[in-house]
T-cell receptor
Framework: SQTIHQWPATLVQPVGSPLSLECTVE??????LYWYRQAAGRGLQLLFY??????ISSEVPQNLSASRPQDRQFILSSKKLLLSDSGFYLC???????????FGPGTRLTVL | SQQGEEDPQALSIQEGENATMNCSYK?????LQWYRQNSGRGLVHLIL?????REKHSGRLRVTLDTSKKSSSLLITASRAADTASYFC????????????FGAGTRLFVKA
C-alpha cells in the first residue's frame, strides 16, 4: 500500500534562517506531487506541484522553492525565512491518472 | 481566486442530527472531491463524484452534484461527536492540468 511521509512534524525557526521540508512517498511510481500551505482556520493554498523528476511548477511567487531530486521525493526550501512563511505545510500525492489526493501528516512551521 | 467556496463557514449541531455542507465552484470540472481534516492533521479523502454523476453515497455520507448550478452538497447523517472536523470540497478543472483547487472549508462541531 502507499504511504506518504513528511518531516519534521513541527519546526520553530528564526527569521532569516534557511528551511528544508522533506516529503517522501512509498508504494507508487511516478506520482504527481504537491506542496500546500494552510493558514490557521483557512483553506489550502497550492504552492508547487510536480509531474516528474526535476519538473516543478510554481503557483505563487514567494520566498519558497521546491525540488524533486528523485521520483518519490519532494523538498520545500527557503534560503531566508520570513514571518509570513509561518503556517501548516502539507505534502500530497496522486496518481498521474488523477482523482483523489493523499496527504501527509503536515509540518507546523513557526517563524519567530 | 478560490475555485470552491464552502457554505456555511462553520456549523454546530447536536449528535444525531444531520449536517449539510454546500460547495460552489466557478469553472467546468472533471470531478469534485470532499475531504475531511481533523485539527492539526492532514486531509483525508472522503468521496469523489464525477461530472457525469449526480449523487453518490458512502456509509453515512451522501454527496450531490449539480453541474448546471456548479454546486455540490455533502450530507452527513446521524452525526457523531467524532465527525467534528473541517470539511473541504475540491475540484479538478477540465482544462487538462494537474491541479486540484480547494475551498476554504466548513468547520463542523458536533456536540455530544
Amino acid at each position: 500500500s502507499q504511504t506518504i511521509h513528511q518531516w519534521p512534524a513541527t519546526l520553530v525557526q528564526p527569521v532569516g534562517s534557511p528551511l528544508s521540508l522533506e516529503c517522501t512517498v512509498e508504494g507508487t511510481s511516478n506520482p504527481n506531487l504537491y506542496w500546500y500551505r494552510q493558514a490557521a482556520g483557512r483553506g489550502l493554498q497550492l504552492l508547487f506541484y510536480s509531474v516528474g523528476i526535476g519538473q516543478i511548477s510554481s503557483e505563487v511567487p514567494q520566498n519558497l522553492s521546491a525540488s524533486r531530486p528523485q521520483d518519490r521525493q519532494f523538498i520545500l526550501s527557503s534560503k531566508k525565512l520570513l514571518l509570513s512563511d509561518s503556517g501548516f505545510y502539507l505534502c500530497a500525492w496522486r496518481p498521474t491518472s488523477g482523482g483523489e489526493q493523499f496527504f501527509g501528516p503536515g509540518t507546523r512551521l513557526t517563524v519567530l | 481566486s478560490q475555485q470552491g467556496e464552502e457554505d456555511p463557514q462553520a456549523l454546530s449541531i447536536q449528535e444525531g442530527e444531520n449536517a449539510t455542507m454546500n460547495c460552489s465552484y466557478k469553472t467546468s470540472i472533471n470531478n469534485l472531491q470532499w475531504y475531511r481534516q481533523n485539527s492539526g492533521r492532514g486531509l483525508v479523502h472522503l468521496i469523489l463524484i464525477r461530472s457525469n454523476e449526480r449523487e453518490k453515497h458512502s456509509g453515512r455520507l451522501r454527496v450531490t452534484l449539480d453541474t448546471s448550478k456548479k454546486s455540490s452538497s455533502l450530507l452527513i447523517t446521524a452525526s457523531r461527536a467524532a465527525d467534528t472536523a473541517s470539511y473541504f470540497c475540491a475540484t479538478d478543472p477540465n482544462t487538462g492540468g494537474f491541479k486540484t483547487i480547494f475551498g476554504a472549508g466548513t468547520r463542523l462541531f458536533v456536540k455530544a
